[in-house]
């Protein structure tokens, strides 16, 4: 046998065998993983943190206990974040169509809004600008939507800088 043979065999035998080793590897990660996971939701759910909270929408953005999770940090630990969270997980749970929505939803979707508004939530803000800018689940009302942009930017500001943007792109 050659030399290159004998390199080549050689070759093929510690790629297989690194990839018979990966797979060990990522097989043994998964239950860490799982570990991991039920760990962030204990921390969110007993001690209210908001890193775990934070952690855990970043590492399982698609785990339907975010509704859950963020209604937990928002009614227990009054995280303002977690309403806009909550809103938009359920807003993309009907397709990002407010016809399939029904009013008693809209008016429970709108109830976290408002409260993340009340913990100075910048993206709940944007949002109920947005659905007054719009008109939807509210009527259209641009000066309401306005007035809303004003709780968390000075007046002059969203009259000099924000504002004329607004009219100009009201689907932002």
């Not at 046998?1 to 004998?6: A, D, G, T, V």
């Not at 510690?14 to 080793?21: D, E, F, K, N, T």
């Not at 890193?51 to 339907?64: E, G, K, M, T």
């Not at 209604?71 to 009054?78: F, I, L, N, S």
Request: hydrophobic fraction near 35%.
């Amino acid at each position: 046998m050659s030399m290159n043979k004998k390199k080549i065999i050689i070759v093929f035998f510690c790629v297989i065998l690194s990839a018979s080793c990966n797979n060990r590897t990522n097989n043994k990660t998964l239950p860490l993983d799982n570990h991991l996971k039920e760990n962030l939701i204990s921390d969110v759910f007993t001690e209210g943190s908001i890193d775990a909270y934070n952690s855990f929408l970043f590492n399982y953005p698609d785990d339907i206990r975010i509704v859950s999770l963020s209604v937990t940090m928002a009614e227990q630990h009054g995280y303002g974040k977690a309403c806009s969270d909550f809103f938009y997980t359920m807003y993309s749970s009907f397709n990002h169509d407010p016809i399939n929505i029904d009013s008693a939803t809209q008016k429970y979707l709108l109830s976290y809004l408002y409260k993340g508004v009340d913990l100075n939530d910048t993206d709940c803000v944007w949002i109920i600008c947005k659905l007054f800018l719009t008109g939807t689940f509210v009527e259209k009302d641009t000066s309401v939507a306005k007035q809303y942009l004003t709780k968390i930017y000075p007046s002059t500001e969203v009259e000099t800088l924000y504002w004329p943007y607004i009219k100009k792109h009201p689907n932002l």
